[in-house]
């Protein structure tokens, strides 16, 4: 009942994600009031999340030393550089070029891997890109918002690296250690939280949509700016590093894992950091991110696998 349960939820995705934003914005007074929630929501959403890797991933390195580097500097430079440049053009609003730095800044998505999966990725691959990322993020993604958004806002690093400590790099070693402990024995397990982790995903979303609400209260051309923005910057992660993995790396395993794992983002800590700790209009380039990837993760599904038939040896 379970498995079939979070496999409605799955495919209802990228309708279930929209759908909670609008709410979070409708009951924004509930909303704003169980932030405290939120990162308690993640935390097990990181667990759970983690069940299915193990340390013996990070051996993987040894294989893919250049695509795992590659992944890192896509994710942490390229895109955050990227979403620097295109917004400064577009947005005379030093708070939203920050909201999207931080969009595609943030960890890439554990639920990548189901991408990787469906559309015959290289799987060991995907697992050692997200673990070493997720490890790397509470350091990571400081430095990067000083250095592209340090001058504008007054940012406290201290208590954002304590905060993805506690919500992904703990949980995420507490998964794996439990995952070790049991022998990889952990899928029954796997199975019964992944639909509870979708929920609470969908809590996130719920509750960190309604501090965007005051901004949506009028349809203006800046709001429909922004939502079309968000939706070409999440775009463009996906294209390029398929065009960059073909350049670069040739293999078709390769390239799908690469395409997943730089256009998924870990949304919900991107929004937890926004909310936390800059005004909310830095909030709005970071909700709307939700609204887009699962659905563009099943158009590039799609282009995956026309990829795959004319470069497939």
Request: overall charge positive; aromatic content about 12%; hydrophobic content about 55%.
């Amino acid at each position: 009942m379970l498995n079939s349960f979070n496999s409605k939820i799955q495919t209802l995705m990228p309708v279930l994600t929209p759908l909670c934003v609008v709410t979070g914005v409708i009951f924004h007074d509930i909303g704003g009031q169980l932030l405290f929630l939120v990162p308690f929501l993640f935390a097990f959403m990181t667990f759970a999340g983690s069940l299915s890797m193990r340390f013996s991933d990070v051996k993987v390195f040894k294989k893919h030393p250049g695509a795992i580097l590659f992944s890192i500097l896509f994710l942490h430079i390229l895109m955050p550089v990227w979403a620097y440049f295109l917004s400064s053009i577009i947005f005379d609003n030093q708070l939203l070029i920050i909201g999207f730095v931080i969009s595609v800044a943030v960890p890439t998505g554990v639920t990548s891997i189901i991408w990787i999966s469906i559309c015959r990725g290289n799987f060991p691959l995907g697992l050692a890109i997200i673990l070493i990322d997720t490890l790397l993020a509470p350091f990571i993604l400081p430095i990067i918002l000083h250095a592209l958004a340090g001058e504008a806002v007054t940012i406290d690093t201290t208590s954002i690296i304590f905060d993805l400590l506690w919500m992904i790099v703990l949980p995420s070693i507490l998964g794996m250690v439990f995952n070790e402990l049991r022998r990889g024995n952990t899928k029954e397990l796997g199975r019964v939280l992944a639909p509870f982790s979708k929920l609470s995903l969908f809590g996130i979303v719920i509750i960190n949509s309604s501090a965007v609400a005051p901004f949506l209260t009028d349809l203006t051309w800046e709001l429909l700016g922004i939502i079309l923005f968000v939706f070409i910057l999440a775009g463009s992660g996906y294209g390029l590093a398929l065009v960059l993995g073909h350049l670069l790396f040739k293999n078709t395993e390769t390239v799908t894992s690469l395409v997943f794992l730089g256009g998924m983002r870990n949304i919900a800590v991107g929004t937890i950091i926004a909310v936390t700790y800059f005004p909310a209009k830095v909030v709005m380039p970071v909700v709307f991110g939700m609204l887009f990837q699962q659905v563009l993760a099943s158009l590039y599904a799609k282009v995956v696998g026309k990829y795959q038939v004319k470069y497939e040896v």
